[in-house]
């Protein structure tokens, strides 16, 4: 879908959770790879973690195994359930989409998407 739009951001402390939603909607892609990505104050936007059609999930290594990318395909919507969340985490959280899948274009590269959400902020305090 080419229409997205995230949810559930917050401010939360060291350690704590939140769970971001991705609501998609407009045209069906017959394939794709959706995307997290995340921009901390000051910093590059970076890749977070990604799952496509054939059932690829990709994460950054800064945050594998404590952030779970998943796909709600009742509600079409792109899911990242973040655990143990760190000061380091705090960014503006983006929803992504492209019409292929992860692995035959580097799915780290957000110049590979061309839809984007308007973004969701998440504060992680000590």
């Known amino acids: 879908q080419d229409q997205l739009e995230e949810s559930g951001g917050g401010s939360v402390q060291v350690g704590g959770s939140l769970t971001l939603t991705c609501a998609a909607s407009?045209?069906?892609?017959?394939?794709?790879?959706m995307a997290w990505f995340r921009q901390p104050p000051g910093k590059e936007r970076e890749a977070v973690a990604a799952?496509?059609?054939?059932?690829?999930?990709l994460y950054t290594n800064r945050v594998k195994g404590r952030f779970t990318v998943s796909l709600d395909n009742a509600k079409n919507a792109l899911k990242l359930q973040m655990d143990t969340l760190k000061p380091e985490d705090t960014a503006m959280y983006y929803c992504?989409?492209?019409?292929?899948?992860?692995?035959?274009?580097?799915?780290?590269?957000?110049?590979?998407?061309?839809?984007w959400g308007q973004g969701t902020q998440v504060t992680v305090s000590s």
């Open positions: 992504a989409n492209r019409r292929y899948d992860c692995e035959r274009g580097p799915w780290r590269v957000q110049g590979t998407y061309p839809y």
């Open positions: 407009g045209s069906t892609f017959t394939d794709y790879c």
């Open positions: 799952l496509d059609k054939d059932g690829r999930i």
